[in-house]
């Protein structure tokens, strides 16, 4: 059975590593590392969990606040259902939901409440 290194990086914060067993999802492997991620649903219907890829193995990185350079999210990660919550244009940009993707190789992922409010329109600005 495989396991991956997944880096997480909270935006402007920290960033953490957890070997995530390919069985599991990223969300339940956060929730056993004490590295909480942001959740709702947890079958893929909210968007709360959402991150977004930033690089496909440990060797290859961006700046989690570039958004120019896109990776396919099917290249890291399998769903254990559709995402719901997302739209093709989002999965598109490399976003993923957290709860219900489990991994395929080593990547980097931006997670926290700052990915999350980029899917969403903000009528006030």
Partial sequence: ???????????GGPTRTIDI???????EATRQADAPLPYGCRTGACGTCVGRLLAVDETA????????DVFDVTDAFAYRREPRALKPRH????????CIATPETACRVAVGSQVQSELVDNPWK
């Fill in 1 to 11: 059975m495989a396991s991956y290194d997944v880096t997480l990086e909270w935006i």
């Fill in 21 to 27: 067993d390919e069985r599991e999802t990223v969300l």
């Fill in 61 to 68: 990185s961006v700046d989690a606040d570039t958004v120019e």
């Fill in 91 to 98: 999965r598109d940009n490399g976003y993923v939901l957290l």
